[in-house]
């Protein structure tokens, strides 16, 4: 028997965080469901939980207009992808430069209703 389960998902592509970092918050959020993540992501004092949140909350929306019930949504996917590098380069003395690689990443987060 297959069951068809409905997931919700939202994905924030090319922001200008790095991927490890960023998988170190998403990490604390995985498993929980919707409130507790917010209410992780709210008191953590990380650069990538503000963007991490907008995700959530995207990904909350789009259940809302598949019909789930909000009180059951656990999430179920949460990972960052590294993204293309921004290079830059800095001058250094004599000359010469030095490269600087910006890091983005991808991020896609997935909701579901816990049965």
Same mark, same amino acid.
């Not at 919707?34 to 004092?45: D, G, K, S, T, V």
């Not at 789009?62 to 656990?74: H, S």
């Not at 993204?83 to 250094?92: E, S, T, V, W």
């Given at each position: ?25 998403? @990490?604390?959020?995985?498993? &929980?469901?919707? !409130? ?6 709210? /008191?953590?004092?990380? $650069? %990538? ?32 992808? @590294?993204?293309?590098?921004? &290079?830059?380069? !800095? ?6 430069? /030095?490269?600087?690689? $910006? %890091? ?12």
């Amino acid at each position: 028997m297959t069951q068809s389960t409905t997931e919700s998902k939202a994905t924030g592509k090319y922001l200008r965080l790095s991927a490890q970092k960023t998988r170190r918050v998403l @990490d604390q959020i995985r498993g &929980k469901n919707y !409130q507790e993540a917010l209410m992780i992501l709210q /008191f953590m004092p990380y $650069k %990538p939980c503000k963007i991490i949140k907008q995700i959530l909350e995207s990904a909350n929306s789009n259940a809302n207009n598949l019909n789930m019930n909000q009180d059951n949504l656990i999430v179920n996917q949460a990972f960052a992808n @590294d993204g293309p590098k921004l &290079k830059r380069f !800095q001058p250094r003395a004599q000359g010469r430069a /030095f490269p600087i690689h $910006k %890091p983005t990443c991808h991020i896609t987060i997935t909701l579901k209703e816990k049965s």
